[in-house]
């Protein structure tokens, strides 16, 4: 009997500590699963950096952005930085920190042969909130879009000049989806495919670069008040030197909130991690009317349905439009302005989704908190 129970209190301990190791690894990213830990206060704004010129060809930019340490209870900055990608013609997915039920929680960035949602975020250089426009796949070369991406053409010969239309860029800060404050966006037909896409997640230089963030105290927000030290870094893991970029312009000023009860990370059954104490519920989904929210879900889902197949209708059309250029042996410089002219049809019409979605809501929207199901918006 005691053997038995010693054996029991072992494997317990043994998978209590496998749980915290969950939390704390960065994990490889399925499609859209929020990992990580659950925070009950937003993360602070982007901070305003220059991009530290590419070392090579082929690196791909992967964006700055604000994770979590749940053993200090903080946000921590990793530092934007080049990576080379694990395969050729994959792109980055950044990661993103989105708002649900139970607070704020991490979606995490991954590679793969198409650039998925990623909460709509502006993260810059060519991550504006939806797509990347700072350069593209060619033949198994990547060619870096200079309106955006810092190239030496000395260095890096495959480049091109697309103007990215300046309405495009936005000019919020925010960084996370959803909530009160926080970005509203949805996404896309083709990014919805790219979550199904077979992708990767992060690779071994993206982790040094992040551990390396987690373990200066420098980086962490309650610290730094939303302006890290550095804020982006030509090599990974490489923080000294002319390389690297420091915060020009910081987002509004950072003071975390004051901790109450227990702020340590605990695994939850799913292996999720959750901050505790439990999230504000200032949102917390309608949950007194079934009715009510069945038939606003089926609205909603009709509306997202009708907005899918005008995606699906203008995506129809450009590939035509390509097939034609294709056939027509087309010049480099009508192919630019025919992308440009796709992109600005594609965000003029999540611009009009975005509108029809924002006055459904709130005209069809339950009352009593929130939206049904606790979604993020």
Excluded at 104 to 124: H, K, L, R, T
Excluded at 163 to 172: A, L, P, T
Excluded at 318 to 329: A, G, L, S, T
Excluded at 362 to 374: D, H, L, N, S
Aim: charged share 20%.
């Amino acid at each position: 009997m005691k053997k038995t129970s010693f054996y029991s209190i072992r494997l317990l301990a043994m998978a209590l500590v496998m749980g915290l190791i969950f939390v704390m690894t960065p994990k490889p990213a399925s499609a859209r699963v929020a990992v990580g830990v659950f925070v009950n206060f937003a993360p602070p704004e982007l901070p305003v950096y220059a991009q530290p010129i590419c070392p090579g060809p082929n690196y791909i930019w992967t964006p700055g952005y604000w994770a979590w340490d749940p053993i200090v209870g903080d946000y921590y900055w990793v530092p934007g930085t080049w990576v080379y990608p694990p395969e050729i013609g994959f792109l980055w997915t950044p990661g993103y920190w989105g708002w649900g039920p139970d607070g704020f929680f991490f979606n995490a960035g991954y590679w793969g042969p198409v650039v998925g949602f990623y909460g709509g975020i502006d993260y810059g250089f060519g991550y504006f909130g939806h797509g990347y426009y700072g350069g593209r796949w060619e033949h198994g070369h990547f060619f870096y879009n200079r309106d955006v991406s810092n190239v030496n053409v000395s260095i890096v010969h495959n480049v091109y000049n697309a103007r990215v239309n300046n309405e495009f860029r936005s000019v919020s800060r925010v960084s996370f989806n959803g909530g009160r404050g926080g970005v509203n966006a949805r996404p896309t037909v083709q990014e919805e495919a790219a979550m199904r896409m077979r992708h990767v997640g992060p690779v071994a230089a993206q982790t040094k670069q992040l551990a390396y963030a987690r373990s200066n105290r420098e980086f962490r927000a309650s610290v730094n008040h939303g302006a890290p030290p550095i804020a982006a870094t030509q090599r990974p893991g490489v923080f000294s030197g002319s390389g690297i970029a420091r915060t020009r312009i910081a987002g509004r000023v950072y003071t975390p909130p004051a901790r109450r009860g227990n702020t340590s990370a605990r695994a939850n059954s799913q292996g999720r991690g959750r901050y505790v104490p439990a999230a504000r519920r200032s949102e917390a989904p309608a949950r007194n009317n079934a009715a009510v929210n069945n038939r606003y879900q089926q609205d909603r889902n009709r509306l997202l349905a009708q907005q899918q197949r005008e995606r699906q209708s203008l995506l129809q059309q450009q590939n035509r439009e390509r097939q034609q250029m294709e056939r027509q042996n087309a010049s480099n410089a009508q192919r630019q302005q025919m992308e440009q002219r796709h992109q600005t049809q594609m965000r003029q019409l999540q611009q009009r989704h975005t509108q029809q979605m924002r006055s459904f809501e709130q005209r069809e929207a339950p009352r009593g908190g929130g939206r049904p199901g606790g979604r993020p918006r």
